[in-house]
T-cell receptor, first 114, second 110 residues
Framework: EAGVTQSPTHLIKTRGQQATLRCSPI?????VYWYQQALGLGLQFLLW???????NRGNFPPRFSGRQFPNYSSELNVNALELEDSALYLC?????????????FGEGSWLTVV | GEDVEQSLFLSVREGDSSVINCTYT??????LYWYKQEPGAGLQLLTY?????DMKQDQRLTVLLNKKDKHLSLRIADTQTGDSAIYFC??????????FGKGTMLLVSP
């Protein structure tokens, strides 16, 4: 069974542009989470989607946004890119958002802003 | 202060046991996790423990939880060079958001 898959693996953008990252959850999982892992800042929670709705949001500006599609896949959009947005963006999925014990991560998408 | 704290670095010799420690501040944490991250890769869920448990063993991994002191540890028996990675402790209150520590880099030398 496929795990959480993310694309692209690597993305290079210039400052001011927009980036779109994609995530496919494990089959049957309805919740998708996005985390940012920036150098020196650790893993920071970005967004949580469940059943197509945004359920929770981390302490990030509105230019970080996303959505979840009817097939539970998800997209993370980052507008007006800044140099400090360079990071590894990790997507995770969960079968039951309240169980807490089934959160699995993908391999991540590396975003470099130049 | 930080919600979840870990020591930054641990070095052991192959065959020894490794113990990675973590402290957390939120007494309402319901689930506590250990994830492993190898260079350039995503996070691999190693194990988790519910807050009403004291210990959980899974093959070479033993998790100990001291809820009174809010202290969590991960013991890896017979550590191998393939165990070299960054280990993250994380806590959750059951409604999905994980709070991670900064990670402990484990270096296993032959």
């Amino acid at each position: 069974e496929a795990g959480v898959t993310q694309s692209p693996t690597h993305l290079i953008k210039t400052r001011g542009q927009q980036a779109t990252l994609r995530c496919s959850p494990i089959s049957g999982h309805t919740s998708v989470y996005w985390y940012q892992q920036a150098l020196g800042l650790g893993l920071q929670f970005l967004l949580w989607y469940d059943e197509g709705e945004e359920r929770n949001r981390g302490n990030f500006p509105p230019r970080f946004s996303g959505r979840q599609f009817p097939n539970y896949s998800s997209e993370l959009n980052v507008n007006a890119l800044e140099l400090e947005d360079s990071a590894l963006y990790l997507c995770a999925s969960s079968l039951d958002p309240l169980s807490g014990n089934t959160i699995y991560f993908g391999e991540g998408s590396w975003l470099t802003v130049v | 202060g930080e919600d979840v704290e870990q020591s930054l670095f641990l070095s052991v010799r192959e065959g020894d046991s490794s113990v990675i420690n973590c402290t957390y501040t939120d007494s309402s944490s319901t689930y506590l996790y250990w994830y492993k991250q190898e260079p350039g890769a995503g996070l691999q869920l190693l194990t988790y423990i519910f807050s009403n448990m004291d210990m959980k063993q899974d093959q070479r991994l033993t998790v100990l939880l001291n809820k009174k002191d809010k202290h969590l540890s991960l013991r890896i028996a017979d550590t191998q060079t393939g165990d070299s990675a960054i280990y993250f402790c994380a806590e959750s209150k059951g409604y999905s958001t994980l709070t991670f520590g900064k990670g402990t880099m484990l270096l296993v030398s032959p």
